[in-house]
């Protein structure tokens, strides 16, 4: 759970490192054997999910401050 700016810009850096690996995969595997590339392709897509998810919450705190 992202708690500050800190933690957001980690959980942002992340999401970058991970989008990286599934470029890096896309490029290498995913030519060769598609099937492969979708197994390779699920821990780096269910990380980014999850840091989505962290974000938005994150982010939603403020959103529900400011309507107050």
Do not use: W
Request: charged share 30%; proline share 4%; aromatic share 6%.
């Amino acid at each position: 759970m992202i708690e500050n700016t800190e933690q957001l810009e980690r959980a942002i850096e992340q999401m970058g490192r991970m989008q990286r690996i599934l470029d890096s995969h896309r490029a290498d595997i995913l030519p060769k054997n598609p099937r492969n590339f979708a197994v390779f392709a699920e821990d780096p897509l269910d990380e980014i999910r999850r840091l989505q998810a962290e974000i938005s919450e994150y982010l939603g705190r403020f959103e529900q401050v400011n309507a107050a």
